[in-house]
């Protein structure tokens, strides 16, 4: 379906997403309107020089207790922000652009990196890339596309650690 840029789309508080230029086809994402900025599970974050400019390189595990389909991702240091987590503590984080796509709709999100091992959700979409035309739906889930179901089963249950 197509949609303009200004169009409202209706999305779940939670949401299969996709990150195509980092070579993750889905990731479970909690899209969080108290958050300002999204932000995904990263770790081994380390910034590097790449012809002058910074760059970070970090690896994501998008499947929770899996080292299944992890991927080391390269891209460039678009911001440096500190950030409180919802338990208060303040962390600076890396901040990269990435192209996201939410219930069908492609965008340009900020994106912090963070270690969300303790969080139930390997990515959060915050306001800042919810405001180009998304509506919250807080009662309904996954009103995009959803993982293929083989995918979303080999990746429930115990960790292939």
């Known amino acids: 379906m197509s949609r303009t840029p200004h169009s409202n789309t209706l999305a779940g508080w939670r949401e299969w997403v996709q990150l195509p230029d980092v070579g993750i086809p889905w990731i479970k ?4 309107t108290g958050a300002r900025t999204s932000s995904l599970h990263a770790y081994k974050i380390k910034q590097f020089d790449r012809e002058g400019e910074d760059w970070v390189r970090f690896r994501v595990r998008p499947w929770q207790e899996s ?4 991927v080391v991702v390269e891209l460039p ?6 950030v409180r987590s919802s338990s208060g503590h303040v ?28 969080m139930g959700f390997r990515m959060l979409i915050g306001r800042e890339a919810l405001r180009h035309g998304f509506v919250v739906a807080s009662g309904r ?8 179901k083989e995918m979303r089963r080999r990746n429930r249950g115990k960790p292939s650690l």
Request: charged share 40%; proline share 2%.
């Open 67 to 70: 080292y299944e389909d992890e």
């Open 91 to 118: 962390q600076e984080r890396f901040v990269v652009l990435m192209r996201v796509i939410l219930v069908d709709r492609e965008l340009t999100a900020e994106v912090t990196l963070t270690n969300r091992d303790a």
């Open 29 to 32: 994402a909690k899209l969080d």
């Open 77 to 82: 240091i678009h911001d440096r922000r500190r």
């Open 141 to 148: 889930s996954f009103l995009g596309e959803r993982a293929p």
